[in-house]
């Protein structure tokens, strides 16, 4: 079974930083490409990034607003995804998904885990 | 970026009686290989979302078979023959046609009467 749990959530003040970890298991993770969605409170879903496995290159793509504040990394041997969200905004306030893409798009998600950025 | 559009953004239908949900893409979703590349989730209060159908019409594992996806080019529903009360939820059409990025379209609220 398919597993993914989210953490690293929490309250952060405008401009700050904060890393979210994703440990996976249930499948090959080392083969996996994995995505990044998130959900402000109340509002619809928006891909955030993605990451290729190392095989296809590790490429990663990001949604506009956030590049060059997020980054997506990986750690095959841990089994564990990362987004590292810098220079935080308002407007990233939303729960985070974790999530495998398989057949052209996210088809497991986590439970989520929630950032709030608020002074 | 590809705009993804639904219609209606909320619907009550009666338990029993089909439901009808449609999406609408800013451009044709046929990519380069031939596929068109179509996915639905839903989401029930209070969960993550889960993905129903990709590829257009292809029905996860574990989807019942009341719900079905159709379409082409841009235009794209998807169909619950027969609602049930688990059935309330927000379903959400993504394309992965034109990616970076994924878009979602703004999600549609099925009340069960």
């Known amino acids: 079974e398919v597993l993914l749990v989210e953490s690293g959530g929490g309250l952060v003040k405008p401009g700050g930083s904060l890393r979210l970890s994703c440990a996976a298991s249930g499948f090959t993770f080392r083969n996996a490409w994995m995505s990044w969605v998130r959900q402000a409170p109340g509002k619809g879903l928006e891909w955030v990034g993605r990451i290729e496995s190392k095989t296809d290159g590790e490429t990663t793509d990001y949604l506009a607003p956030v590049k060059g504040r997020f980054t997506i990394s990986r750690d095959d041997s841990k089994n564990t995804l990362y987004l590292q969200m810098n220079s935080l905004k308002s407007e990233d306030t939303a729960v985070y998904y974790c999530?495998?893409?398989?057949?052209w798009g996210p088809g497991y998600w986590g439970q989520g885990t929630l950032v709030t950025v608020s002074s | 970026d590809v705009v993804m559009t639904q219609s209606p953004l909320s619907l009550s239908v009666t338990l029993g009686q089909p439901a009808s949900i449609s999406c609408r893409s800013s451009?044709?979703?046929?990519?380069?290989?031939?596929?068109?590349?179509l996915t639905w989730y839903q989401q029930r209060p209070g969960q993550s979302p889960r993905r129903l159908i990709y590829?257009?019409?292809n029905r996860d594992s574990g989807v019942p078979d009341r719900f079905s996806g159709s379409g082409s080019g841009t235009d794209f529903t998807l169909k619950i023959s027969r609602v049930e009360a688990e059935d309330a939820a927000v379903y959400y059409c993504?394309?992965?046609?034109?990616?970076?990025?994924?878009?979602f379209g703004q999600g549609t609220k099925l009340q069960i009467k």
């Open positions: 451009q044709s979703l046929v990519y380069s290989d031939g596929n068109t590349y």
């Open positions: 999530t495998v893409d398989n057949n």
């Open positions: 993504m394309e992965a046609t034109h990616w970076p990025p994924y878009t």
């Open positions: 590829k257009v019409s």
